[in-house]
């Protein structure tokens, strides 16, 4: 027996406790202790080997891309590399007696590099990684045009900014060309405004000739509002004529032209959103009020107008009225005149007849009977006739009765005037179709992109918050 086993040789529990240290490496406890942990260690390994799905061969004839096969390639490469930086660092401890702490290090190094690839494959097969990338990328997509008016891109700085919330493309200073860029557009609404009345005050209306008076029907796509057909009436031109309007402020109308403008430099230049020089312009203002405001004018001929009562048609017919009127009239003239002319004169004679024989001779042969045919044919219109005062007071009732029925006949129409109300359907429609359309509109009308339109933002609060400037 040596003499490192004769010292190493426990006596007994008490001396070996007594004579070893237990800060040694040869304590019981520590040795006990380092066999127990390196069996559970073992355990562990090949538990771990078992259980790790990446851990086996790589299936080369699976064609099914799950990419399971390319984790486990990853895997196995690691594990080399891993296990040949074990040897290295062993190899480098022997040959260059390199301290314990710098090969712990190395092999830290390679077991970090092995857990990164299995972390890394982890985190690409998780969709929460995905779905907060596409957010990232959205939110890129979105924020970043912005960020870049704002700032005026990284070289610009808050310069840029200004100049973009200012109209420093204008050609002069902002509170002179504001003024010179209202009055523009004054004058090009006004012209818009006037081309409007103009075609609705074209519209034909006559009292006089309301069977070719034009009917108007006008519907606006901006609000849904309609006016449905009616004459074109005075009133009803007032109230198309009240619908036109303008849905831009001064402030907002100059923000868009100036950018506008702009836009057509840019694209002159192949560049975008880039601040040049530019000049406020009538026909600039013009070419707004133009995309803004718009109006069709279909005509439809041969309509109806809604009440069916435009024309009055005028018959004439006979009127039996008359007839009755003609015949009593004749009929009590005729019984005026027998009267006065035959009757009246013989019953005047019969009176001065002094020989009462001879006058009841007469009057059998000359009146009687005369004055009973006359009953006859008068009496039903003109009453009884009678004899006292040798005919007159007769005479005089028959003059007052038959002046009576002249006066009906004149005041009866031979014939009478039939009037028909309708339509003869010669009537013109002309259907309007009004469009004002939004600022958001106009921009995607002039092609503008989220930059353009954030400047044109930028520039209308610059006018708002400018004291200089009065909208």
Known sequence: MSVIETQLRPQSNNSLNNEVPISSPFHPLRSAAKVTAKKSFSVLKNTAGKANPFDKPVNKADTADTGTESLKLGYRVTKKTYQAGKKTVRGVKVLYKAPVKTARIAVGTVKLAGSLVVHTAAVLLNPIFWIFLVVLLVVAVFIIPVVLILAGGAGGGSTTNKAYGTAAGVNKDITTA???????????????????????????????????????????????????????????????????????????????????????????????????????????????????????????????????????????????????????????????????????????HNMHIPNGAAQSQDWDANIGWRIDNWNLVYSSLMGNAYTSNYGYDCLADLDRISDYYIDILNKTPENNVIETVTCDRVHDLHSIGLDIISKDSIMDSWGFDDNYKQWVELTYQGFLNNPNIQD
């Open 178 to 348: 504001f003024p010179e860029a209202e009055e523009f557009y004054k004058i090009a609404a006004e012209n818009k405004q006037n081309a409007f009345n103009s075609m609705i005050d074209s519209l034909y209306y006559s009292t006089d000739d309301l069977s070719h008076s034009n009917l108007v029907y006008m519907k606006c796509s901006h609000d849904g509002s309609e006016y449905q057909t009616s004459m074109a009436t005075d009133n009803r031109k007032q109230q198309l004529k009240d619908k036109f309007s303008n849905s831009l402020s001064k402030a907002e109308a100059i923000a868009l032209v100036y950018v506008y403008l702009e836009k057509q430099k840019n694209d002159e230049n192949s560049t975008s959103a880039q601040i040049y020089e530019v000049e406020f312009t009538q026909q600039s203002f013009d070419d707004l009020l133009n995309k803004m405001v718009s109006w069709t004018e279909t005509t439809y001929a041969n309509q109806e107008c809604p009440q069916h009562n435009c024309t009055v048609h005028k018959e004439e017919v006979h009127n039996p009225d008359w007839d009755t009127a003609k015949y009593n009239c004749d009929t009590s003239v005729n019984a005026f005149y027998e009267w006065r002319d035959v009757i009246q004169p013989l019953i005047e």
